[in-house]
């Protein structure tokens, strides 16, 4: 069973009025990296990966007015990696019909060496949580003050250690455990806002 937080189910409900331009950019915010991302490392260009996600988008926005959220179905994720996939599909399908020669194996091998659904599966979940904290991390950012955020960054994203980042910061131990906390307890917050828990 799938334990992963869900896109926030208001969210959802906002991007189906096509007209609530912030809700599709917040999507997009959070998503674009992901479905990008994917589609990059299936051996994509990176004008191509643009293309791919650009339809993906329009996939989405066509069907989200007819979306209903049924976790006995799936989750949205899961949905959204499926008609990636598909788009993705498509668009090297239709690349082997417009390539003559040689390049129809070099296509069909690009095809036949994607990864298996549990490990794409593992893949978009693990894109999927960068690009959430990436977000998250550029929202919080600006309200700390920067020996707060670099106590924070330096030793939970670098994984220096602590009296180390003490020395360089000039600041005790203690402080920098502190601004760890107070940076990581406001990233779970801005990460609350965008899924469900």
Known sequence: ???????????????????????WEEFAEVYTPVVYGFV?????????????????FRAVARAIGGFECDRRRGSFRGWLMAVTRSKLMNFLAE???????????????????????????ADWEH???QSVFAWAAGRVRG??????WQAFW?????GKGVREVAAVLGMSE?????????????LKRKIHEIEDA
Request: glycine residues 4%; hydrophobic residues 35%.
């Open 40 to 56: 990059r490392r299936r051996g994509l260009q990176d004008a191509d990966a643009a293309d791919v996600t650009q339809e993906v």
């Open 1 to 23: 069973m799938d334990d992963s937080p869900l896109t926030r189910l208001s969210l959802l409900v906002r991007l189906k009025d096509n007209r609530d331009g912030r809700a």
């Open 95 to 121: 690349r082997r019909r417009e390539v003559p020669g040689s390049a129809d194996a070099a296509v069909r091998r690009q095809i036949e060496s994607l990864p298996a659904p549990d490990a794409e599966a």
């Open 143 to 148: 309200h700390f003050e920067e020996a707060t």
């Open 127 to 129: 894109t999927y949580r």
């Open 174 to 186: 203690g402080a920098v455990y502190v601004a760890r906390c107070r940076v990581l307890a406001q």
């Open 154 to 158: 330096q030793t939970s994203v670098e």
